[in-house]
């Protein structure tokens, strides 16, 4: 039967909140309900020992009153090291906290050695360190600490005495809420044994970024009680004890990451990897020494190499970047990110939107006292010295594909699956690829799917996944993104591209950045919803339950909701909302402030998720802001300034930041869109429609409601409109018609600037509907049919108005294919060609409410018809 852990320590996570300001040291013990301090005096060598220290040193304690956890017993504190620095960091924390001094003998002197601490270990195994009082233990192999045996023993010796075990964890250099000099980052804090000079200069330097945490006491009494040879006792104690110091470590600085080779070997020693070397040499009929020196390779490829000392050089660094480029980073609900943490291992899944995404996140943990997470990243940032820096700073590297290549999935896999097990916090971005268009990108599941069957595998500690929302106000891949979007291809990263555009993203403002955490997802919820079969006991390597598969969807699209329900809404989203609405990209200033005004009206009355946050600024500071960053110009005129894109390239870029947030605003564009060609209509209809279209527009926005949820925000929002005056409500009796102004009112302007935005949605499901029904069931198949609305999309964009660069987007429409397919709307025959039936027309028919009849007629023209084989022609022609 395994031994228990006796010990109340929990799994300690880093400090929360920042550290309060220095207070003045706590009272010493008073009568009453406190007990008083031991009378034992300090000896004089720990006096002017003290003096000599104090002024480089000034602990943070935690918690802040560790009196809290005295009962009149006598104390004996627990460190993890011996060392003399130790002992007077511990003696100055106790005399700040009003605790009874470790430099005085217990009562009897149990120890021998006049005083009152233990440690686990010495900084120097075998050889004296510094700082250690008294000369080095016998048998230095030993597991357990011999003071610590010598307490124990004395215990049984005298039934009279009871000392309580406070273990204690100090930690030099490594304040998470503070930032130390440049030079100070090398020697702080980290799981390396130093030596008594690297010691001496980290007390200088970081001296006063100390952390000192005290633990919940264990009475000895109670571990003898439990009757085991004296032996056991001791070895068990002191395992518990360094089980808890290993926790505590690891909250503070993070797990120790430096072992890169021994993880290495890890994954070379596992069992799957082993076999995949073994078939690797059977099918290149090569020895297995050079199968196994490919695994490796690969293996040190992949991964990290975390270094504390290059994170907080880089932590540095990037604090005078940031304050360079941006007017500020804002973060929000990272306080409900840390209270659902504590005790899970931690996923990180971010919206992918720009290279800047990794450095962000990673910054704003780390100087929030979190670890930060080992991150996935493409194998094209592995550039020389940029590769190597971002090893250090937590990145594995992953290529972009790994078919055809089984010995590297099976090395890839195991190396996370390693990190998994080991309780590394992870982040990778389920979207593949940063978003060129601004909209959330349909998730690939092949990271979920590894940290699923990884924590399957060993279903050790619960694992959560943490949703994190980045929203920018200016990219500085912008320019690139607009190549891309106009055709052409994606530029290879480069040392020297990113070395040459170093100076010009200085000299640039690049406004303000927001991160929102969501609303995290715990897997054991997930699994208990989509495999309440799973018993909870490990899985095998090749156990695929048929679960599985759905579960990784799932959770995939789920991320993907709870990101888009943690939105940030800036200026710059607003002011492409309203401008973007218009032909010529141009509003008069009155006509933009209402129109942002009644966004700012619909966001408040009809919130989407406690998640969400909203710009404070007024209308006229956001135009104002827009001027500022060179997204807007303003053109003088006598009749009332008109405000403008500064360029045709800039309004493309609008609309990326349009789509960031366009799910916002899905219900209400849904009931202006409604009233685009119709002046009146039945409200009851307009939420039966909205109904039809909903599971469309969810699957392409990661939109979280039910359709009767939907339904209701629609009921909702038409009464937003109403009191608006956008909208008129007549014949209440009848469950009411809705009509809107007729001519060219200004509410009917902003009821089409609310509507514009989704309207090209809708174009293109009818353009997919058009091109199936033109060419019949049994003619196209899914890729054909998307190959074909890609090319009317482009053509009518070409013909007519400009659009989107998302309008012809390939994968939206197989995502608008594909939720046909599900809704049995369309189906395979035996030769994967798609069939349909009469239901289908009665969807187009109601696509009709939604376009004029002149767009509808433009869209069936440009729609193509599959080229049919030569021998049907032939036949046709004899016929």
Known sequence: MPEQNPLPFPDAPPPSEPAPEPKPPLEPFSAGPRPTARPAKRPLWANLMSKLADPWLTPSIEPEDPRQYMDGRPVCYVLEDYGLSNALILDRACRDAGMPSPLSPLPGDPLGRKRAYVALSRRNAGAPALGVLTAPEPGSTKTHSGSLARLLQAHRANPELDVQLVPVSIFVGRSPDKASGWFSVLFSENWAIVGRFRRLLAILLNGRDTIVRFAAPVSIRESIAEDLPPERTVRKLSRVLRTHFHRIREAVIGPDLSTRRLLVDQVLAAEPVREAIATQAKRDNIKPEDAWKKAHAYAWEVAADY??????????????????????????????????????????????????????????????????????????????????????????????????????????????????????????????????????????????????????????????????????????????????????????????????????????????????????????????????EWNGEALGEEDKPAWLSDTIDALAD???????????????????????????????????????????????????????????????????????????????????????????????????????????????????????????????????????????????????????????????????????????????????????????????????????????????????????????????GAAELESLCQQSAQRLSLLYAPAAPEFFDKTLFRGFIQKLRELKLVWPDENSKLMFDERLDAWAKDAKVILGRELRHTIERVSPEAAKPEVEVEAAAQD
């Not at 990794?358 to 997470?373: C, F, K, M, N, Q």
């Open 307 to 532: 270094s504390n000392p290059v994170v907080r050089s880089a932590s540095f660094l990037l604090t005078h970047v940031w304050n360079r480029i941006y007017d500020g980073v804002l973060v929000h609900h990272l306080d409900k990110f840390k209270e659902a943490a504590p005790g899970h291992e931690v996923v990180y899944v971010p919206c992918h939107r720009s290279h800047m995404d990794y450095l962000l996140l990673s910054y704003l943990l780390y100087e929030r006292g979190i670890v930060p997470p080992h991150i996935a990243a493409g194998i094209n940032l592995n550039l020389p010295v940029i590769g190597t820096l971002l090893r250090k700073g937590g990145a594995f590297f992953m290529r972009r594909s790994f078919r055809g290549n089984p010995l590297y999935s099976a090395v890839f896999t195991e190396y996370v699956a390693q990190l998994v097990s080991g309780g590394y916090s992870l982040e990778y971005f389920i979207e593949g690829g940063r978003s060129r268009t601004g909209r959330l990108l349909q998730p690939k599941g092949g990271m979920i799917s590894m940290t699923v069957r990884a924590f399957l595998r060993q279903p050790k500690k619960p694992v959560l996944f943490q949703p994190v929302y980045i929203g920018y106000e200016k990219l500085l891949e912008g320019n690139s993104y607009l190549d891309e979007l106009s055709g052409r291809p994606k530029e290879k990263e480069s040392i020297w591209a990113l070395l040459w555009g170093i100076p010009k993203v200085l000299r640039q403002n690049y406004g303000q950045v927001v991160v929102n955490f969501g609303e995290a997802i715990p897997l054991s919820e997930v699994l208990a919803k989509h495999a309440p």
């Open 558 to 780: 789920q991320i993907n909701v709870r990101i888009n329900a943690a939105a940030d809404v800036n200026p710059i989203n607003l002011l492409a909302l309203a401008l973007l609405s218009t032909p010529k990209h141009a509003m008069g200033e009155a006509d933009l402030v209402a129109q942002i005004e009644l966004c700012k009206t619909l966001l408040v009355e009809m919130p989407y998720s406690d998640r969400v946050t909203v710009t404070p600024h007024t209308p006229e500071r956001i135009i104002a802001h827009g001027l500022d960053i060179n997204v807007l110009q303003r053109i003088k005129h006598p009749l009332g300034d008109v405000l403008d894109v500064v360029s045709e390239d800039t309004a493309v870029l609008m609309s990326y930041y349009r789509n960031n947030v366009l799910h916002l605003f899905t219900a209400a564009a849904w009931i202006a869109c409604c009233f685009q060609t119709n002046r009146r209509m039945v409200r009851g209809r307009v939420m039966k429609l909205g109904r039809s279209l909903y599971p469309f527009l969810q699957a392409e926005l990661f939109l979280p409601w039910s359709e009767d949820e939907f339904a209701e925000r629609i009921d909702r929002t038409i009464d937003v409109f109403v009191r608006e005056g956008l909208l008129e409500q007549v014949n209440e009796d009848d469950g009411g018609i809705l009509q809107r102004n007729a001519g060219q009112t200004d509410e009917v302007f902003r009821l089409r600037a609310i509507g514009h935005s989704l309207q090209q949605a809708f174009e293109r499901y009818y353009i997919a509907i058009s091109v199936l029904v033109k060419n019949g069931p049994g003619v196209l």
